[in-house]
Antibody, heavy 121, light 105 residues
Framework: EVQLLESGGGLVQPGGSLRLSCAAS????????MNWVRQAPGKGLEWVSA????????YYADSVKGRFTISRDNSKNTLYLQMNSLRAEDTAIYYC??????????????WGQGTLVTVSS | DIQMTQSPSSLSASVGDRVTITCRAS??????LNWYQQKPGKVPKLLIY???SLQSGVPSRFSGSGSGTDFSLTISSLQPEDFATYYC????????FGGGTKVEI
């Protein structure tokens, strides 16, 4: 059974940093691209970032480019999102989502339960 | 960047109704279009991929169509468990979600 478990969310001040993790199990992790998708309170879904199965290719939404860094450790079956220079508008539930392809964002067949990031002073 | 516009943003319907939601891309995305369902407090669920392919386990009352810039999701006979918010997502150029369509009673 595929399982994705996010952690690392919490309350952080504007300008601060946070690192999210997503522990994966139930599938061959290195074979699939992985994504972060966020949802602000009461709002729609926003794709944030993707990383290829090998970790060699990364992709970002314009809203986070230069501030967020996606990475993965295939030996630990874990996906990460390093978030720097956080802003109030980054407040959201952050979901990790498994892709169906190895290379890039395509479509997402499994999602974690999400971790809440709140950026506030 | 490719923008995705869904319409309507919300709709009211009754059990048994045929419901159609549309999604328009700001440029040609061929059939790189996917649909998700999200119920309140729950994680999004993949319904349709590649514009018209039904994800395993999804009831056949859900169907998708379209190509290029115009797409639609149809629920042939709305069931009580279908009241939710539906999102389209393009994957032609990285990824973008539409704004969502809330289907209410």
């Amino acid at each position: 059974e595929v399982q994705l478990l996010e952690s690392g969310g919490g309350l952080v001040q504007p300008g601060g940093s946070l690192r999210l993790s997503c522990a994966a199990s139930g599938f061959t992790f290195k074979t699939f691209a992985m994504n972060w998708v966020r949802q602000a309170p009461g709002k729609g879904l926003e794709w944030v970032s993707a990383i290829s199965g090998s970790g060699g290719n990364t992709y970002y939404a314009d809203s986070v480019k230069g501030r967020f860094t996606i990475s993965r450790d295939n030996s630990k079956n874990t996906l990460y999102l390093q978030m720097n220079s956080l802003r109030a508008e980054d407040t959201a539930i952050y979901y990790c989502a498994k892709d169906v392809k190895a290379i890039r964002a395509y479509y997402f067949d499994y999602w974690g339960q999400g971790t809440l990031v709140t950026v506030s002073s | 960047d490719i923008q995705m516009t869904q319409s309507p943003s919300s709709l009211s319907a009754s059990v048994g109704d045929r419901v159609t939601i549309t999604c328009r891309a700001s440029q040609n995305i061929t059939t790189y279009l996917n649909w998700y369902q999200q119920k309140p407090g729950k994680v999004p669920k993949l319904l349709i991929y590649a514009a018209s392919s039904l994800q395993s386990g999804v009831p056949s009352r859900f169907s998708g169509s379209g190509s290029g810039t115009d797409f639609s999701l149809t629920i042939s006979s709305l069931q009580p468990e279908d009241f939710a918010t539906y999102y389209c997502q393009q994957s032609y150029s990285i990824s973008t979600f539409g704004g969502g369509t809330k289907v209410e009673i």
